[in-house]
């Protein structure tokens, strides 16, 4: 059977990872806003985490900010006057499409990066496209702006968070006083954003509420290429796709040093930043072959940016989807913020006052979940396996009574509990036979599986199974909290 989308997302659905579009109830939803299911949840937490953790290791504190913000921050940002997607409409019946999307859809090796809005309409024309749904003639393309508007009190005009980078740069004279005014330094933010898309309808990929993961540090111009970590990161090969090999020719993989040398990337602390975005890929399971890190072409990227990369995952269904943008977006916010709010937020350095430089490394956290959900998806012959990495799996051990009597169900509820107690997300299950409750857990993509049975009572051993090989260890009820951890950091032989 041809694997497709819709089976991986109707297998999602049935497990508990993401329902929707939400609120299904009412007329099949909105399209872009999902709910996270039980199961999906705790693997949100788990790759939140995971993040949250790299983070806090490279330096970077975390902090949180109110979601919306009034009308003035938008202006100062550019969000209210630029942040804009290509917007075309059917004469016709009057659907709406997303032109770059609409043609990567029907054409999916057109170049759309960075185009003016006459060459969309260009393209159009030229590929004779037309409306999905009724083949009518479409408009001219025109900006619609992705923010999504509010009132505070009773007429103060507001707007949900785009990004919750701008959010962030609103604080940076606090970050200097907590930081004793020592320049360069971190801070992320791990929250909600709202973008009004247009007509999205890629599931996870593409939603108008979600989390993002975003991590500014401040730094010193001057002090760019003066960066304490990059012996840590010096040595990563990364998969690199700079503008100018995108014309023609392929992707190359170099170490961040060799990045540095043949000048594909500008200095040591943006090397850095792509470097603590691989690690945090690697650190959440995803394999290595299938990612790459994307240049932006000049006219792709924002007028401030000195450069711009997109860490992007090979998805078999929607392409390359970018998963991490990492930015250098120069002193551009806080000189916004600093004319806009009338405060000053330049600092000391060396003797003069500066505004100092942001790099940005932003995930979006959704996507990463879909990502791993469809790494993890396998059809075998007889069974479904989600191969989710142990580590990251919401459930870990499913704990089995071989049949529900002679007490054996009693001991089960025993080791699950005694699991539980020692810190492991454990559920007992007892329903169906024992090759069902298997291929319900692999499905689940549930790691490792605990059978109870009449040896069980004599000697207090059980089986543990690996989900991924079948095979299965007699191990000590006693030692199952050791062999557990060995299995869940994947250092454990069956
Ligand atoms: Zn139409």
């Known amino acids: 059977m041809k694997r497709s989308y819709d089976k991986l997302a109707s297998l999602f659905k049935r497990k508990g990872y993401v329902w929707g579009p939400s609120p299904e109830i009412y007329e099949g939803g909105v399209s872009g806003f999902y709910d996270l299911g039980p199961l999906g949840t705790i693997l949100w937490h788990n790759v939140a985490n995971t993040i949250r953790m790299n983070y806090f290791e490279e330096g970077f504190y975390e902090i949180t900010s109110p979601l919306i913000m009034p009308k003035k921050v938008w202006e100062a940002s550019g969000h209210l006057g630029g942040f804009t997607d290509p917007l075309t409409k059917c004469a016709k019946c009057g659907a709406v499409y997303r032109v770059d999307k609409l043609i990567l859809e029907l054409f999916p090796n057109e170049k759309v990066e960075g185009l003016t809005y006459k060459e969309y309409d260009e393209k159009i024309s030229k590929l004779k496209i037309k409306c999905l749904s009724c083949k009518g003639p479409l408009t001219n393309t025109v900006p619609q702006n992705m923010m999504l508007k509010t009132t505070v009190g009773l007429n103060t005009e507001a707007y949900l968070r785009p990004e919750t980078a701008t959010t962030t740069y609103l604080q940076f004279k606090r970050y200097y006083e907590f930081f004793r005014r020592k320049l360069p330094f971190g801070v992320f933010q791990l929250g909600k954003a709202f973008r009004n898309e247009i007509s999205p309808r890629q599931g996870l990929i593409r939603t108008r509420e979600f989390n993002q993961a975003e991590a500014q540090l401040f730094i010193f111009k001057k002090d760019k290429n003066k960066w304490d970590a990059w012996n840590k990161f010096k040595d990563f090969k990364l998969n690199l796709y700079p503008y100018k090999l995108q014309e023609k020719g392929k992707p190359k993989v170099m170490s961040l040093s060799e990045a540095i040398k043949n000048k594909c990337l500008q200095n040591k602390a943006y090397a850095s930043c792509l470097g603590i975005a ?119 051990v499913m704990v089995l009574p071989l049949v529900t009597k002679d007490g054996l169900d009693k001991k089960a509820k025993e080791v699950e509990a005694f699991l539980l107690d020692e810190d492991f997300y454990a559920e007992y299950d007892d329903t169906g036979s024992i090759g069902r409750r298997y291929r319900r857990a692999d499905e689940a993509g549930v790691p490792f599986c605990i059978t109870i049975d009449h040896q069980t009572l004599e000697d207090d051993s059980v089986t543990l199974r690996d989900r991924d090989s079948m095979k299965q260890l007699r191990v000590d009820i006693s030692e199952l909290p050791e062999f557990l951890d060995m299995a869940l950091a994947g250092e454990l032989d069956f």
């Not at 450069?307 to 392409?319: C, M």
């Not at 979006?364 to 396998?378: A, I, P």
Request: charged share 30%.
């Open 278 to 396: 691989y690690k945090i890929m690697l650190d959440l399971g995803f394999d290595p072959k299938k990612l790459r890190f994307r240049q932006h072409f000049p006219n792709e990227r924002a007028f401030y940016a000195l450069d711009a990369w997109d860490l992007e995952w090979r998805s078999e269904f929607f392409g390359w989807i970018e998963v991490c943008g990492i930015h250098d977006r120069s002193d551009y916010d806080l000189k916004q913020h600093s004319k806009y709010s009338g405060q000053d937020l330049s600092v000391q350095a060396n003797g003069k006052k500066e505004i100092p430089h942001i790099l940005e490394i932003a995930f979006g956290v959704e996507r990463l979940v879909y990502c791993l959900l469809e790494q993890s998806y396998d059809e075998e012959d007889k069974r479904t396996v989600l191969r989710l990495p142990p580590h990251m799996a919401p459930v870990k």
